[in-house]
């Protein structure tokens, strides 16, 4: 299928009424201040979390896994290991993973891990500006965690990682876009709310991770950016402020329905 903005849109709706029928199991490995968040974000989507991160257990897991995340927030020595173990594993057994290389630019050993788990072509690489244009090798990562960088320098990095064999790249910010080198999409839903929750972009490594169980890596990245981006702003309608959108927004990934789904959903 030609990817038409409503080919695309689509696409979404059955990838995610797949992700509710199926209920992907999705590894993750990722930072201790998002756990949590991440596996009720998981739930609330309709998949099946499950934080394996140990040597031993993180690579035997990541070829029974539906999808992975590999989260370099705190990347302790331990994980670091059973990440390079999943990361194998998962290219071993065709599980899809999904690589986000949070912080990455100014601190140098997972700059390093992110450069050495991208040489193991990722299926998605997830990140903001920032960390898109550090993994390309041009930027330092601007002020750790938080995009400083232009979206255009970033969209420019993404399409050089994806052509270089780094998987389907995905930009997060006010616009999203997904590329896989020579398809570029740019995704208009969203809240500025999802920057006030910490998290709000590690989550969505980790539904990425669950769509790309179902789908094609590059329509896996849109219903799944579309998806959260739509609850983001149902969730953004009733919050009070931060705390109580992240509540509201677990509630709205949750409920949500096809037809709201597809009214709402802006792919260009
Ligand atoms: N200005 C904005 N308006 C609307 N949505 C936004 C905006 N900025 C970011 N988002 C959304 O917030 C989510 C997270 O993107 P962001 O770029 O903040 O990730 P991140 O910096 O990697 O997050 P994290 O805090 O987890 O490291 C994405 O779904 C994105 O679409
Ligand atoms: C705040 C923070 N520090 C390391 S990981 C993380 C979560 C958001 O990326």
């Known amino acids: 299928m030609t990817r038409t903005p409503e080919n695309l849109t689509t696409s979404t709706v059955e990838a995610w009424g797949a992700v509710r029928a199926h209920r992907p199991l999705v590894q993750c490995l990722t930072n201790t201040v998002v756990t949590n968040f991440t596996a009720n974000v998981l ?130 910010g006010p616009t999203d876009v997904v590329t896989d080198g020579v398809e570029t999409v740019r995704l208009g839903n969203g809240d500025t709310l999802l920057t006030r929750v910490t998290g709000g972009g590690c989550a969505l490594g980790a539904v990425m991770a669950a769509f790309a169980g179902e789908e094609d890596p590059f329509t896996a990245s849109v219903a799944a950016i579309t998806v959260y981006n739509v609850a983001a702003e149902i969730a953004a309608q009733s919050a009070a402020g931060p705390g109580s959108f992240a509540v509201a927004f677990i509630d709205a990934l949750a409920g949500l329905d096809a037809a709201t789904l597809r009214r709402r959903a802006v792919i260009s």
């Open 43 to 172: 739930l609330a989507l309709g998949a099946t979390p499950a934080m394996v991160d140990l040597p031993g257990e993180a690579g035997w897991f990541a070829q029974v896994a539906s999808g992975v995340l590999i989260n370099l927030g705190t990347p302790t020595q331990e994980q670091r290991s059973a990440m390079r173990e999943a990361a194998a594993a998962a290219a071993d057994a065709g599980t899809p993973w999904v690589l986000d290389p949070v912080a990455i630019g100014a601190l140098p050993v997972r700059t390093a891990l992110a450069k050495e788990l991208t040489a193991l072509h990722p299926t998605i690489v997830r990140g903001n500006a920032s960390e898109i244009i550090a993994l390309d090798g041009a930027g330092v990562g601007g002020r750790g965690v938080d995009a400083t960088d232009s979206v255009e320098e970033a969209v420019a990095a993404a399409v050089r990682i994806a052509r270089r064999g780094g998987g389907v790249v995905a930009v997060s």
